[in-house]
């Protein structure tokens, strides 16, 4: 009989749960706190979870690396003696395998004894900024209501002294998407190497009052991004970015495009053919199909009664996966960009089409307009690819001779 298929998965364990110490306005994972009213008071992961999830994932992960990821919430509010103890037991549990642990955070919590801790154990940070104060602020604010900017920074300037390796994360919405190039510059300012992109897309009933007045054809937040708008905003980045910082800087949106030109994996769920295997953990055990996806109809189970790889490899998730191109709308089948994004999230499949079938990515236009002002370069890069070179001498290209591409 023929052995069953492992398939890998990855896992965004949310130890704190729903509960932060900021109270960003924009925040999706809020509203998950009514699935679990018990933890208003007990949100805390316990520790025969954490030990459990450690054993599985560790088993679970068919290669020698094993990558933790820590979200939240805010996962800080764990305190240092819970991720001393989650390096503790995955280092008794590698079984010869490489652990490496990151830690996505909004950085108020950060002082010097965290980055050192950081660095001791070589833990990738994650940190949440929006842009320049007025930009970040306009959301990200504290549980009083005042910007979190000043403490971001503060967090991150500790991190940096202590020579911490981190990232960026930028949540792309009404407030910014209008900024690309001093969002941009004022990252790069603050000594980012790696940036992630992420489109703020929150659907809602029409009546709600959080609805966005300009966007009358769908029900949207007020914070969430004009499609097109996204796409520009990439667009503008790109163009300052190829020109500019190409080898030097690392733009998850761009590199992940770049894969998809070359027939490989994007290495992002999103823009993946497939999904299904970008697993949610709560802090109690649950298992759900999706940080997107935190919901009673997509929970998994629970790791104390059943394992990470059963649950993974269950009819279940791999339904879920496969729907995502399965349940590709005509429009997306018929566009030739269609393997840079595969129709994009589930989540954001709420537009309609003619027959007014709820199957479109809100973003699709946002996306369109993005992969075809990039599409030049992206084959240019391919070309230089194929012939032996670094995609990163378009740079040089371009800078000799303006009118190249």
Known sequence: MKKATNIA???????????????????FYLEKEALYPERVSAWKMPEDVLREYIRQYIENQPSNYVDFLWQGGEPLMMG???????????????????????IQTNGVLINDNWANFFKKNNILIGISIDGPQKLHDTYRVTRSGKGSYQKVLAGLETIKKH???FNILTVVGSHNVDHPIEVYQHL???????????????????NNKEANPHITNLHVTKWTTPALAYGKFLTKIFNKWIREDIGDIFVQTF????????GLPSGVCVTSRTCGHALALEANGDLYQC???VEKAHKLGNIKEETISKLNNSAQAISFGKNKY?????????CQYQFACFGGCPKHRFATDDNGIKNINYLCDGYFYFFDQTAPYMKAMKDLLLAGYSPSCIKTILSSNSQAL
């Open 9 to 27: 998965c990855h896992v965004m364990a949310k130890p704190t749960g729903s509960i932060c110490n900021l109270d960003c306005h924009y925040c």
């Open 80 to 102: 240092i003696e819970f991720f001393a103890k989650a390096v503790e037991i995955s280092t008794e549990l590698a079984k010869g395998k490489i652990i490496r642990h990151s």
């Open 163 to 165: 020579h911490v390796e």
């Open 188 to 206: 790069k300012a603050l000594g980012a190497k790696h940036i992630q992109f992420i489109p703020l897309v929150e659907e809602v009933y029409p």
């Open 255 to 262: 590199d992940s495009t770049f894969a998809s030109w070359n």
């Open 291 to 293: 940080d997107h996806y």
């Open 326 to 334: 399965d349940h590709l709308s005509q429009h997306c089948k018929q």
